[in-house]
């Protein structure tokens, strides 16, 4: 038998289903029909003001200090910066004032607006339906409002199939924004099996609060395993979306890509360059990789090295990528340690030596044989970052065997998919 409960934290609570009988540290659990969503001192009222949480002293009125500080003093006792004596019973001044909150930019507008479904490159992306799921119960609902049992039965089964394959502690969650208006959004895609480019949901709801990905929320799997080569790919996303108590609707923002045909090349030295659809992309450096403040880094063999691309030309909607070549323009496919290209026929054949040497370990009775794995990376520019006017990527390439950059890209398009309904009829 299983009962759901509630993990209360102090910014959010995660419900989902676990075993009755098992303990926990630490994190108390629940039962359905007595859980409070609050902690049992301070919290957060649900629609208003933050109260304070558990183990938190109350602010003074007056100052907007902490009485906490106030009990932990000595009496006699100095404040650290200033040296302005505590007098018992008063607050002691706060020497480092709380920062601003940061405020998150705007999303950008998007290209196209569309309600209820998005289709573009043979590709459509619809909302399946949206739920709500609390401690003991899920309701879903159409994208007209209304009830959608069987996306009910398929959302509970795969909570189920999880809770039992996994066991306690390792079965699926959901998380929630005290506060706020908690769905969850189920999107179905379908695509044709052939399709290089397509649609991509990237968020759903107020970009404040974001879309984070349910992957233990699966209603792939009799799908995927069914699916015709000869038929359209049909899959299921599930994503949260939080929203305040007076909305009534929500939107998600789509991305499609659609491959350019144009496939230029440039020579791999410095001033070289190339013209891509209304840019120009000129070699400005390569060497070792550096550590640059702010930007993305890789370590280990795939970000020993760096490339670095000069853009100059209008802004567009292009996103290029750079693969690198030899002098007859073949693509590299993997590297060894020392950064020197390896060809598909070695990175193959060091693979299958490494595998008969593992089986016939296994066969002479040593379960746990000692054999290296081929440490080969893959031949790439990985983008880490870059300014309006370069673009700067690592490789475990060497750069000195690189003759050639291949450039090709996608053209991108944002779209809002709106009509999201938070709330059923």
Partial sequence: MH???ALVLSLAVVVG????????????????????????????????????????????????TSTAANAREPKGATTGSTGTAATPGQPVASSSPRPARPVMPAMPAADVKVEG????????VEIEGVCKISEDSISCWKVDGTSYEDLEKRIRASFDKQDNNYGYGSG????????????????KTTRPMSSSGGLTLQSVGDDRFGGSSYFSINLNDENMRTYDMNKPMVSYEVRSVSAEFNQTTTSARLMSFEPVRENPSMDFKIGASAPFEGRTYTV?????????????YMSGQEGKFEVVIRVSGPQNKISPSFQPANSSGERFAHVDK???????EEYQAKVRTYSENMQKAMRAGNNRPQSDYPQYAQAYLQPIGGTPETMIFVTALNPKHIAKLKITGSRMKSIELTGIPLDPK
């Fill in 3 to 5: 009962k759901c409960y």
């Fill in 117 to 124: 479904v998005a289709e573009d490159l043979g590709s459509k």
């Fill in 338 to 344: 020392a950064g020197n290209p390896v060809t598909q």
């Fill in 284 to 296: 400005q450096s390569f060497g070792p990789a550096k550590k640059r403040e702010g930007m993305g």
């Fill in 172 to 187: 699926p969650s959901v998380q929630i924004r005290l506060g706020k208006k908690n769905r969850v959004v189920v999107f």
């Fill in 17 to 64: 289903c676990a075993k009755e009988e098992q303990p926990t540290t630490g994190t108390s659990l629940l039962p359905t029909k007595e859980a409070n969503v609050l902690p049992a001192t301070g919290g957060t009222k649900l629609g208003g003001d933050p109260a304070p949480t558990t183990g938190v002293a109350p602010a003074n009125t007056e100052t907007g």
